[in-house]
């Protein structure tokens, strides 16, 4: 079975809303893009109105910026610390917006969608 964006077949109370047309493929669904720290490995997907977006599925580096003197330098990514966003993406060390990672100059948070935009981003944590 595809997996959707169209809407639920059921209302919040449980009744079933009346079924007016088929799925569209404008609504599919796809398999989310567990970043995970690795060799450098990125698919070019074409998307919706012809346009592109960058998956990035694993990378050893990310670009830090430090906000106290506001200067990005590519790192190395040292080690994953958490993931906030869930218990599972915690356990499996899988990179998403928000997560904290140990590089060369200290922990960082990112800040880009690696799944969404090809690229992983971050800013420095003040200890």
Do not use: C, W
């Not at 074409?46 to 050893?60: A, Y």
């Not at 880009?112 to 200890?127: F, K, M």
Request: charged share 30%.
């Amino acid at each position: 079975m595809a997996r959707s964006h169209a809407r639920s077949k059921r209302k919040y109370t449980g009744k079933k809303y009346k079924h007016f047309r088929k799925k569209r493929n404008r609504e599919l669904a796809r398999p989310t893009i567990n970043t995970e720290i690795g060799d450098y490995k990125v698919k070019k997907h074409r998307v919706l109105g012809g346009n592109s977006k960058l998956k990035l599925f694993s990378t050893k580096f990310i670009n830090v910026t430090d906000p106290n003197s506001n200067k990005t330098s590519k790192v190395r990514i040292l080690g994953f610390e958490s993931n906030a966003a869930s218990k599972d993406l915690n356990r499996r060390h899988v990179l998403t917006k928000g997560a904290m990672v140990e590089t060369e100059l200290g922990n960082a948070r990112i800040t880009s969608r690696p799944g969404q935009h090809g690229a992983l981003n971050g800013v420095l944590i003040p200890i």
